[in-house]
């Protein structure tokens, strides 16, 4: 695990680019562990699995 791939993809799903699961990929750790790490540093998990531009073109 490197440190800037979490810190990146952590404000990545904080912005709703990704979900967990993509979030958890791109630093190279289990959803699990990004689950962890998001709430450790005060960003709330989110519990749809979908980013925020497509939850958002889903209800339209």
């Not at 800037?4 to 190279?28: C, D, I, K, P, W």
């Not at 289990?30 to 889903?58: H, K, Q, S």
């Amino acid at each position: 695990m490197r440190r800037h791939a979490v810190v990146a993809a952590m404000s990545l799903y904080r912005a709703g680019t990704l979900t967990l699961e993509q979030a958890a990929g791109y630093a190279g750790v289990t959803p699990g562990t990004m689950r962890e790490r998001l709430r450790g540093n005060g960003i709330d998990v989110r519990e749809t699995a979908a980013p925020a531009g497509e939850a958002a073109t889903a209800q339209h």
